[in-house]
């Protein structure tokens, strides 16, 4: 039986209010934060949420400041029905669904900016992109007053970059890391594989392989970074309309490149196929739980 009757809250200070009031109540408050068009990846959030917490609140909000000016705010997939619904059955009590112009009223001017960790990888192709993705996160944990918050290692940079922000800025908030859902033939979970034909699905896979060939030479030993990348990169270019941007091989806390062999790393890609722009990651040495 859930503890609160389910709400859709759309304004911020109602929401702020809100979170108050359940606190005050006694509840421990649980926070998904997402962009919407739900899948099992998202949904896995709201189950991890879901035992740990007395109420989860799943944000659905499209945030302008995080996309580039050429990049895909206008075609970004949207279906709060359909989300909310699949949301519900995973025990969701409340959805917080604010408008641009409540988020970022007109003139706002101040941002979050985690600098060294929004530098590499997606930082280097998407200039601006983590600030607008910590700026955001920060106006969702200050309305939504959570215990804990979920992220998937999908976006491995982003969930350091929120891990890092959490423990400068809200070091009550505990920031929980959730493994990579993976479609059965290996492909990431995304909202925009939304954007992929069926051939250009296929020629994704490429991308796990890659990521699964570099994890199988760990396992066999293999600690040399350069070998890593060149692994993934030589799986990837057999397809060739794959368009790698880049392959990191890199130290899971930091994010620096890593120059000489290590005992943990994180590999990540990212890379065009059609009109989506996928990235993945794989985490060696160590599991994704254990960041904080
Ligand atoms: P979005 O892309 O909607 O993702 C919301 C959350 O779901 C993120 O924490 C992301 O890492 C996680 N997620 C996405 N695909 C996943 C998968 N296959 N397996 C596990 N988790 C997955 O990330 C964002 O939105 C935004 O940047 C946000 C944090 C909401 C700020 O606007």
């Not at 035992?51 to 945030?63: E, K, P, S």
């Not at 025990?91 to 007109?106: H, Q, S, V």
């Not at 000489?260 to 060696?284: E, F, H, T, W, Y």
Request: aromatic fraction near 6%; hydrophobic fraction near 40%.
């Amino acid at each position: 039986m859930a503890l609160v009757p389910f709400e859709i809250v759309r304004e911020p200070a109602a929401m702020r209010a809100r979170a108050e009031d359940l606190r005050r109540d006694g509840r421990r408050l649980a926070v998904v934060p997402t962009m919407g068009a739900l899948h099992d990846g998202h949904l896995s959030l709201l189950r991890a949420a879901r035992a740990r917490a007395d109420v989860v609140i799943l944000t659905i909000f499209v945030n302008p400041t995080q996309f580039g000016p050429s990049e895909d705010l206008s075609r970004y997939p949207r279906d709060e029905a359909g989300d909310l619904a699949a949301a519900r059955g995973c025990g969701l009590d409340l959805a917080f669904c604010p408008e641009a112009e409540d988020m970022y009223p007109p003139g706002s001017q101040t941002f979050v900016e985690v600098r060294a960790l929004s530098q590499p990888m997606c930082g280097e192709k998407r200039p601006g992109h983590f600030t607008g993705v910590a700026t955001v996160v920060s106006k969702l944990f200050h309305l939504t007053r959570p215990h804990v918050a979920f992220f998937g290692q999908k976006d491995f940079q982003q969930l350091r970059v929120l891990q890092t922000m959490a423990r400068e800025r809200f070091p009550r908030v505990t920031v929980v890391g959730c493994p990579i859902v993976r479609e059965p033939d290996g492909l990431a979970m995304s909202s925009r594989n939304a954007y992929l034909t069926s051939d250009e699905h296929d020629d994704a896979l490429a991308l796990s392989r890659g990521l699964r060939a570099a994890q199988e030479l760990w396992q066999n030993g293999e600690r040399d970074p350069e070998r890593l990348r060149g692994e993934v990169r030589e799986v990837v270019a057999s397809v060739p309309r794959v368009t790698l941007e880049y392959v990191s091989a890199a130290d899971p806390l930091t994010l620096v490149e890593l120059g000489a062999p290590a005992q943990r790393a994180v590999v990540s890609l990212a890379a065009r196929v059609g009109k989506a722009r996928l990235i993945d990651n794989v985490l060696l040495g160590m599991d994704v739980k254990d960041l904080s």
